[in-house]
């Protein structure tokens, strides 16, 4: 079975810009969960998807969203970037009531 | 609510010898209790998890972690490290009911193995 996949591996956007990020779980998952990790911070929660529907989001500013498809695939959004926005992007699917995350290897994001 | 603490950003250890990291977690009902392992520019990788039922949980690459309720512990272990265990170490801590499946990390601990 495929793995989390996560496009593109890397990113260079200019501060003011804004990026797309994609993610496509494990066949089958249907819970898509992003996560920012950086070195100072950790490993810090954005959002929860299920079934289109976002069931829990992490306190960041409005400038991040994301949103899941039908097929369960993930985009997160973030609009007018900042510098302190550069950071690995996680992406984690589950299956729904299940207690695993898989992760994908993340886009790295570097915001100029 | 729940929480991670991981004691010792670094850990240094010779080839061979014990691998022990240490997991502390706070949570305000039955924890489900994870440990993943991040390689550079990797994503993170499931070694174990606990999830109420046996109490000491046997993971890949030969690791295992013990769950402490009294001690609200959830240490990581290996009796003989290798130099391919160099790598960064996270903990984590989900609640077992309700709140999604929103996962709570510690702030991880990179392990060194010298040769």
């Known amino acids: 079975k495929a793995g989390v996949t996560q496009t593109p591996r890397y990113l260079i956007k200019t501060r003011g810009q804004q990026v797309t990020l994609s993610c496509s779980p494990i066949?089958?998952?249907?819970?898509v969960s992003w996560y920012q990790q950086t070195p100072g911070q950790g490993l810090q929660f954005l959002f929860e998807?299920?079934?289109?529907?976002?069931?829990n989001k992490g306190n960041f500013p409005g400038r991040f969203s994301g949103r899941q498809f039908s097929n369960s695939r993930s985009e997160m959004n973030v609009s007018t970037l900042e510098l302190g926005d550069s950071a690995l992007y996680l992406c984690?699917?589950?299956?729904?009531?299940?207690?695993?995350?898989?992760f994908g290897p993340g886009t790295r994001l570097t915001v100029t | 609510a729940q929480s991670v603490t991981q004691l010792g950003s670094h850990v240094s250890v010779s080839e061979g010898a014990l691998v022990l990291l240490r997991c502390n977690y706070s949570?305000?009902?039955?924890?489900?209790l994870f440990w993943y392992v991040q390689y550079p520019n990797q994503g993170l990788q499931l070694l174990l998890k606990y999830t109420s039922a046996a109490t000491l949980v046997k993971g890949i690459n030969g690791f295992e972690a013990e769950f402490k309720k009294s001690e609200t512990s959830f240490h990581l272990t290996k009796p003989s490290a290798h130099m391919s265990d160099a790598a960064e170490y996270f903990c984590?801590?989900?609640?077992?009911?309700?709140?999604?499946?929103?996962?709570?990390f510690g702030t991880g601990t990179s392990l060194t193995v010298i040769p």
């Open positions: 984590a801590v989900k609640a077992s009911r309700g709140a999604g499946n929103q996962f709570y």
């Open positions: 998807y299920f079934s289109e529907t976002q069931r």
């Open positions: 949570s305000s009902v039955p924890p489900y």
């Open positions: 984690a699917s589950s299956f729904f009531l299940d207690y695993e995350q898989y």
């Open positions: 066949s089958g998952h249907r819970s």
